[in-house]
């Protein structure tokens, strides 16, 4: 289903589980009431194929190049999210793809410190999947860091009950 302008009545994240060396890249965004990190990625554009999309968003944010990875991206888990966001009325939608994607040390070497679409100097950070696992992040898949690979592929959705935005 669309809107009139085409573009999807659900917007679609596409993001990455992006380990290496039993670490995760995230991004961290500084906000008053504490870090708030992501999983890299970001909204398709209209008429996008997921793998494009996604290719398109690590290569902005991060500089990787997909299509140099020894094993394509693999979608492992599905999110539907229904917030509302503070300071924003209506309901905030989202379907996030969550994809992993194994990253070899030496491509790892070469990712930047801070992410390179952002003007704000939003750092890249690789933190041990354990505590990953742990931290206030979005998607709300820190349960499944510590089993990217295990059954089931659709994660309980994020709602204003089970998620609190910073």
Do not use: K, N
């Not at 039993?22 to 890299?40: F, K, V």
């Amino acid at each position: 289903m669309t809107t009139t302008e085409g573009v999807p009545a659900v917007p679609v994240r596409v993001c990455a589980v992006l380990v290496e060396g039993g670490e995760l890249c995230l991004i961290r965004r500084e906000r008053p009431a504490g870090a708030q990190y992501s999983l890299p990625g970001g909204l398709l554009h209209a008429d996008e194929q997921v793998p494009a999309g996604l290719a398109r968003e690590l290569r902005e944010e991060l500089g990787l190049d997909v299509a140099a990875l020894p094993e394509p991206p693999r979608l492992i888990r599905v999110q539907d999210q229904v917030t509302t966001r503070p300071g924003r009325p209506g309901t905030f939608r989202r379907l996030h793809l969550i994809h992993l994607v194994t990253v070899p040390h030496e491509m790892r070497a070469a990712f930047p410190a801070a992410e390179l679409d952002a003007e704000d100097g939003t750092r890249v950070v690789w933190v041990p999947l354990a505590e990953a696992a742990g931290l206030h992040l979005y998607p709300a898949a820190g349960p499944v860091l510590l089993d990217p690979a295990g059954s089931g592929v659709l994660l309980p959705p994020l709602t204003d009950l089970t998620y609190a935005w910073r």
